[in-house]
């Protein structure tokens, strides 16, 4: 089906189900305001989750391109947006769909399993998960932009209520995009804004990050992940930045950190099952993805395990999507290291396994309306082990563990020889990773990098592992690196460059240690 026919197609299915909705009268939102409150709560992992949410709706419309904006107050700092926006330029909504779009279960593809949603839930749970107002903007192509906002704070005042005391929304209305989406567009969209929607999120008070930095850095990575299957239909970007795939089995050659270094992953065959009668009604295929990787995959030196400093920007896929990835419709919806027959441990980090399933078998991986986790029933999981997976993770395990074994061996001989190989012999774990490193490794190591890596990937790397740290470690670290990287904010700002006053002083440290 061509893109013009396609988008016809789901126009008239929308203008039908409005048509049935407007006969039904029922344009109430059925539930009681303190539901809405409630629903705030309903458990997105994070933003990042909910984000997703969002994301899904502008793939499924077709978009080429899906922007995340932030946009932040006029005299405030450009730490914390005020308004998030995500855009897109797909086939938009007829204006009497977005009203529809904003209740609890309006959906056109009610029960659909070819695509990303079917719930109806998405859109108005994500938002409000968020912020306490959301607007939605759309256009068809030819169109004019039509707007609804729902605010929660005035639900309160009984803004909402019709004459009959019911809740409404109410209808769409023209309206023109905020400036910060406008400009933004005529920057994406140089030959205009054909067709899309737009949803901005103000009122912002359930952000997880307290920075725009640290929500883009962690919105990149986490979308390279979860869509890095869809990412050549449509690109997406966080507020200006472009999300590359990351496939966490790297085994994709056009995939993020694939060839960051000499190490590569290592494929066993995949499986795929298809499902047929064997679980009642659903209908699907499942395809099992293996890989295993060499013990130095996520190390910088390659002689050392990859622990602090030594760890590449490999190493927190390694350590975040850690266990059986799960993979619905190609985006992915959640990583599980138990299973009813093995738990995966922290050497597990290196066997790589993604179970892709199609939608058709929503209710055999228990998908629940947020799409952020499964749960699989007795009889998935028999299947699976039907399909060699227990097989293959102990397989994958044993290649690991020779591979380890044959590092040991290799390193060896090197351990006896010299003082400095018992630091790179990974027989030598336990004693260097309780050795703090010297500030004056902390320089070479630093120098190493910046000559292996481009300088602004590596300063990347090492903002997010900060950034992580303040946020997972303990609130005086967090407090002392908050503080840190405002000081080099500030330091940055004024043109203190190439080095921040008072530098000198980890230097005499440096040297004062190295000579005694
Ligand atoms: N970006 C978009 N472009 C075009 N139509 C959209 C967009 N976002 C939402 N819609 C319309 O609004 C409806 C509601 O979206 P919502 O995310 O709430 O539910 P859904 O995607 O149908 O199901 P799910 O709850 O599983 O996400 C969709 O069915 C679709 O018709
Ligand atoms: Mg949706």
Redesign the pocket.
């Known amino acids: 089906m061509d893109g013009a026919l396609r988008t016809r197609k789901?126009i008239s299915e929308?203008r039908r189900?409005c048509e049935a909705k407007a006969r039904d009268r029922n344009l109430n939102l059925f539930v009681p305001e303190a539901f809405i409150r409630g629903i705030r709560h309903i458990g997105y992992k994070s933003n990042l989750e909910a984000l997703s949410?969002?994301v899904?709706?502008?793939i499924?419309?077709y978009?080429e391109r899906v922007d995340l904006l932030f946009n932040f107050a006029s005299e405030g700092s450009t730490a914390r947006p005020t308004q998030l926006a995500?855009v897109?330029d797909?086939?938009?909504?007829a204006p009497a769909?977005l009203r529809?779009?904003m209740m609890?279960g309006?959906?056109?593809?009610?029960n659909?399993r070819e695509?990303?949603?079917?719930?109806?839930?998405?859109?108005?749970?994500?938002t409000v998960s968020m912020g306490r107002r959301f607007s939605?903007y759309?256009k068809v192509e030819r169109g004019a932009t039509h707007v609804v906002t729902l605010d929660l704070d005035l639900l309160d005042n009984d803004a909402y209520r019709n004459n009959d005391g019911e809740l409404e929304i109410p209808p769409a209305r023209r309206a023109h995009l905020p400036d910060f989406v406008s400009n933004a567009l005529a920057q994406s969209h140089p030959g205009g804004w054909k067709s899309?929607?737009v949803?901005v999120i103000d009122k912002l008070d359930r952000l997880d990050w307290t920075t725009a930095a640290g929500l883009r850095r962690n919105l990149v990575r986490h979308f390279g992940v979860a869509y890095h299957k869809l990412l050549r239909a449509t690109s997406i970007y966080i507020d200006g930045e472009r999300v590359r795939p990351i496939d966490p089995l790297f085994l994709s050659p056009d995939a993020e950190l694939f060839g960051l270094d000499e190490d590569h992953a290592h494929a066993l065959d995949s499986v795929t099952m298809t499902i047929d009668g064997e679980l009642g009604d659903a209908r699907g295929s499942v395809t099992l993805r293996y890989a295993w990787l060499p013990p130095s995959f996520g190390a910088i030196d390659k002689s050392r395990d990859a622990i602090g400093i030594n760890a590449n920007s490999r190493f927190p896929i390694l350590k975040h999507y850690h266990g059986i990835i799960f993979s619905r419709n190609g985006r992915i919806v959640d990583i599980q290291s138990r299973t009813p027959w093995t738990t995966f441990i922290n050497n597990d980090r290196y066997i790589r396994v993604e179970i892709e399933f199609s939608a058709g078998l929503d209710e055999a991986f228990g998908v629940t309306?947020a799409?952020q986790q499964v749960s699989l029933s007795r009889e998935m999981w028999d299947l699976l082990r039907a399909a060699g997976l227990p097989k293959a993770i102990e397989h994958l395990r044993q290649k690991v563990r020779s591979a380890k074994a044959d590092r040991t061996t290799a390193s060896r001989p090197a351990v006896a020889s010299t003082s400095t190989s018992v630091v790179a012999s990974p027989s030598s774990t336990k004693s260097h990773a309780i050795e703090p490193a010297s500030p004056l490794d902390v320089k070479v190591l630093t120098g190493r990098i910046l000559r292996e890596f481009a300088p602004e990937a590596a300063l990347d790397a090492l903002l997010a592992k900060i950034l992580v740290r303040i946020r997972l470690g303990r609130a005086e670290h967090a407090a002392d690196y908050d503080s840190l990287l405002r000081e080099w904010a500030s330091d940055m700002r004024a043109g203190h460059l190439p080095l921040p006053a008072g530098a000198e002083a980890p230097k005499v440290t440096v040297k004062t240690r190295g000579r005694s």
């Open positions: 789901v929308q189900y949410e969002l899904d709706n502008s499924q419309a978009s995500v897109d797909g086939h938009g909504m769909m529809f779009a609890w309006g959906t056109h593809r009610e659909d695509g990303l949603g079917r719930f109806g839930y998405g859109l108005p749970c994500a939605i759309s899309g929607t949803v309306t799409k």
